[in-house]
């Protein structure tokens, strides 16, 4: 069974970096697509980055200039870094594994991020 | 970037009627729409892949249809455990984006 399970702080103060990880258990990063995808309030979704099973990158442009996504294989993890968060950035964001395509068949349970002074 | 823009946003049944949910795409996307369920204080799951491909332990109620711009999620007789939002979302073109939900409610 996949299971991905997010772990970071809640609580980022405004202009800091958000750190998030994402640890997977049940199948390797080296193969599929993982990524980060948050939900505000109010419904909205929006994917933010995945890193591939060979570890190349694809970016949401509207975060480019802030965002990175990168990965330890032999933790079986990958890791979201969000630079100069806002109150925009509360969140939940959750992890997930997607297939080629890109559709996302397992996610974590999510965690939330206020951002907040 | 592909808007997906889901109708209607929020939809009152009762028990045992069967839905249509909508989602249009601001162009034509073939058939890269996937369809996702999440209940509250839960985490989104993958409910049809490629408008209308089912998933392996989804219950057969669930059905998809549509290519091009319009897109349909079809749930067969409602149930109490289907009460939820529903989301669709495009893999046509990066950067990858969601529909803003249809809230299936009781009426």
């Known amino acids: 069974e996949v299971q991905l399970q997010e772990s970071g702080p809640g609580l980022v103060k405004p202009s800091q970096s958000l750190s998030l990880t994402c640890s997977v258990t049940g199948s390797f990063i080296t193969s599929n697509y993982w990524g980060w995808i948050r939900k505000f309030p109010v419904n909205k979704m929006e994917w933010m980055a995945y890193t591939s099973y060979s570890g190349s990158t694809s970016y949401n442009p509207s975060l480019k200039s802030r965002i990175s996504i990168t990965r330890d294989t032999s933790k079986n993890q990958f890791f979201l870094q969000l630079n100069s968060v806002t109150t925009e950035d509360t969140a939940t964001y959750y992890c997930?594994?997607?297939?080629?395509?890109?559709?996302?068949?397992?996610w974590g349970q999510g965690v939330m991020v206020t951002v907040s002074s | 970037d592909i808007v997906l823009t889901q109708s209607p946003a929020t939809l009152s049944v009762t028990p045992g009627e069967s839905v249509s949910l909508s989602c249009r795409a601001s162009?034509?996307?073939?058939?890269?729409i996937h369809w996702y369920q999440q209940k509250s204080n839960e985490s989104p799951r993958l409910l049809i892949k490629?408008?209308?491909q089912s998933i392996s332990g989804i219950p057969s109620r669930f059905s998809g249809s549509g290519s091009g711009t319009d897109f349909t999620l079809n749930i067969n007789r409602v149930e109490s455990e289907d009460f939820s939002v529903y989301y669709c979302?495009?893999?046509?073109?990066?950067?990858?984006?969601f529909g803003s939900g249809t809230k299936l409610e009781i009426k």
């Open positions: 997930a594994r997607g297939y080629p395509g890109i559709f996302f068949d397992n």
């Open positions: 162009q034509g996307i073939r058939t890269s």
């Open positions: 979302q495009q893999s046509y073109s990066l950067p990858l984006t």
């Open positions: 490629y408008a209308s």
